[in-house]
């Protein structure tokens, strides 16, 4: 028996217990075992009952990847010039859908769908430059009038694109070599003679989350590896300070401006050759980008990337077993996030 002055302790109280994350970690390994069950498993009878067929509960959810690679190649650009800049761009569908009208054009006239992509983000990127010089340079800080000023060229905007391209819906051509569809590995049914079917799914749409990929990488080391990261960061949460060591904070965040914008250029295209490029695209990317830095917490690569993920996953899953109700889910996600985390799942507290 210990005394009040004795160093014994109770073993039981010193053993190392589960942390938190360890927690979490064992969550996440469960739910990686039924993900995989799920898509390499023969299913039994009273699953596919329930979820239609494996076929279709594995389409929704490559959907919703690729929906969310799309969605997140339109975010990025909006979280860094609303999430990380500050500035109340709500123009930025706008972006989305001139890029798409200018990667059409450029890719008829040349026939190089690679040319069409690289116009939609250099003209974007040289439109957003404008807009942070002439409109937002002007504006800064005051963003009940950045809102109103963006709010009128969305509208001018939509008239004039309404008005060159009238409402005619246009679908961009992709080139050969993406074209078609490939056979995956997710076994959907077994024939009569054993042999097992697998599910094919278009090409493109698997190059789009591959790009998304690939660019949100890129833009997370850009903005936490590098000096210039390092800057805008500064000049986020101190611009005097970050211009009395000599940096040029006005020209810093023209550069992030057009990068942003220049993201919903190359998103448009992208887009637009997914799906279709039609009036009112513009609406729909710009609620899509609000809704998925809402959710992933502003100014955060990663929260863009999970927002997306959710919302693009909501959005294709709810199409299809409950298409009643499937637009108020992503609204309820966002409701709920707010709810519980106000500054979004990877967002900072101000």
Known sequence: MSTPGSLETDPLASSPGMTRRQGWGVVALLAAAVLLWLFFAQWPDWLNAILLSKKAFLSAVLNGLTLAGLYFLVASGFTLIFGLMRNVNLAH??????????????????????LGVAAGFVVLAIVGLVMQVLVFRRLEGDDLRQTLVTIGISIVAADLMLAAWTGTTYQILVPDWLDGAIKTPFVTAYRSNGAAVFLTYPFYRLVVLMAAIVIGIGLWLTMNKTRIGMMIRAGVDD????SASGANVHV???IVFALGAGLAGLAGVVGGSA???????????LLA???VVIVGGMGSITGAAIGALIIGLAEQIGLVYFPTYGVVLTFLIMVVVLAVRPQGIMGRRL
Request: aromatic fraction near 18%; avoid cysteine.
């Open 93 to 114: 569908g706008s972006l989305y859908l001139l890029g798409a009208y200018i990667g059409y054009e450029v890719t008829n006239w040349t026939g190089y769908w690679l």
């Open 239 to 242: 611009r005097e300070m970050l």
């Open 252 to 254: 810093i965040f023209a």
């Open 275 to 285: 799906l279709s490029v039609s009036p009112g695209e513009d609406v729909r990317y």
């Open 289 to 291: 980008s609000l809704v």
